[in-house]
Structure formats: structure tokens, C-alpha cells
């Protein structure tokens, strides 16, 4: 007899590819949900209003490292993530996810290849202020990208190296500040780097 589905019914799909396609993470975007296996991007979509077994489907979408101790992030209009495939970690930003055709993807690191070594494993991401932190857990440096866009064009970008005051173990954005925990002696210390300066001047 011929297996049915309602919409209901839990959705189960599989990825084809070339390479083992375990998928790791995913983001949202306007066109459905990019999800990341080591090698490979696939976009989930829906020709529907409803997401269900009859109407999902998985096409691929580009072919890139991904490394998976890490999660993608999401720059507003565009999403970025890292590779670590070579002896360094690349930064890649991908525009222009759509159902059919191949997206935009720009490596923003080519400008300083040798900047981070592969085991960056800790990102930290604020849209607001444009600009996302790096760092290899257990170690005293922080690298961080600031961009600033217009309309479809990218007027700023640059990149930088902080030296902490002690072995970073996490770090986060919240509003308007990096927040970081530092390691110095056997002992933890939680750090504040505010981005704008507040209404006393610090």
C-alpha cells in the first residue's frame, strides 16, 4: 500500500550529496532555513503557506567548509560563517539566498589571510553596532570585524586584534557592550568593553 502524510506528520528529509551530510547548524533568512553540514550549505523551503511533509524540500546551495565548533551569523541582510579547512580560518559571507539560482559569497578575510589560526571556536555577534568578535577559547587575543553597509553596498570594513589582560573563555554582546570572561592566575574576572559611550562619557 502507498505510505500517506498529513501535514501533520512529522518532517523527515534527507540531504544528497557527494560528501557525508550531517547537517551541524542552521539559520533563518527570508528564504527558508540554510542549514550547514561540514562541506556542503542546503536551503529548506516551502512552495507553500504550510511547512509539512507534501511541501518541504532541500536543495543545495553552495559547497563550502563549514567549521562546526562555531555557529553561522546572521549581518541583517546576509549570513556569515567560518572555515576552517586550510591552515587558517577564512570568513565568508553569503547575499542573495534565493530558491533557485546560487548565492553571492564573499570571503572577507582575504585581506588578512594569516589574521586567526583554524581553532577560532567562539563568536560573538552584535548587528546593531556591525561588528562580531572572534577568539580561540584559552587564549589572551580577541579579533573582531566592524563593517557599515548602505543600502546594498559595503562602505567599511576592517579588521583588528585586541591583546586581553587574561586567557579568554566566552565572550557575548549585549545592547551595546562585549562581555568577556577572562582567566588570569586560576582566576575568573568578567570583563566589560562597552561599544558607544554612554551618556557620561565613559
Known amino acids: 500500500s502507498a505510505i500517506t502524510f498529513s501535514p501533520t506528520d512529522c518532517i523527515d528529509l534527507s540531504c544528497s550529496s557527494e560528501y557525508p551530510a550531517i547537517i551541524y547548524d542552521g539559520i533563518?533568512?527570508?528564504?527558508?532555513?540554510?542549514l550547514f553540514t561540514k562541506n556542503q550549505q542546503?536551503?529548506?523551503t516551502t512552495d507553500s503557506d504550510v511547512l509539512s511533509p507534501q511541501t518541504a524540500k532541500i536543495n543545495s546551495l553552495s559547497t563550502y567548509n563549514f567549521n562546526f565548533g562555531t555557529n553561522p551569523i546572521s549581518l541583517g541582510t546576509t549570513i556569515a560563517f567560518l572555515d576552517n579547512a586550510g591552515k587558517y580560518t577564512r570568513f565568508w559571507e553569503?547575499?542573495?539566498?534565493l530558491r533557485e539560482g546560487e548565492p553571492d559569497v564573499v570571503e572577507q578575510s582575504k585581506v588578512?589571510?594569516?589574521?586567526?589560526?583554524?581553532?577560532?571556536d567562539l563568536i560573538s555577534n552584535s548587528r546593531e553596532?556591525?561588528?562580531i568578535f572572534f577568539s580561540e577559547k584559552g587564549k589572551?587575543?580577541?579579533?573582531?570585524?566592524?563593517?557599515?553597509a548602505s543600502s546594498d553596498k559595503?562602505?567599511?570594513q576592517a579588521w583588528f586584534k585586541w591583546e586581553t589582560t587574561g586567557n579568554v573563555q566566552y565572550h557575548c554582546m549585549l545592547d551595546d557592550a562585549l562581555y568577556a570572561v577572562l582567566r588570569d592566575n586560576?582566576?575568573?574576572?568578567?570583563?566589560?568593553?562597552?561599544?558607544?559611550?554612554d551618556d557620561t562619557g565613559h
Open 28 to 34: 533563518q533568512t527570508n528564504s527558508g532555513l540554510v
Open 42 to 44: 542546503f536551503l529548506l
Open 94 to 97: 553569503m547575499a542573495r539566498i
Open 112 to 120: 588578512v589571510p594569516k589574521l586567526f589560526n583554524k581553532d577560532i
Open 129 to 131: 553596532n556591525s561588528i
Open 140 to 148: 589572551n587575543i580577541l579579533y573582531g570585524y566592524k563593517y557599515f
Open 154 to 156: 559595503r562602505l567599511l
Open 186 to 197: 586560576n582566576k575568573d574576572v568578567l570583563v566589560k568593553y562597552a561599544m558607544k559611550l
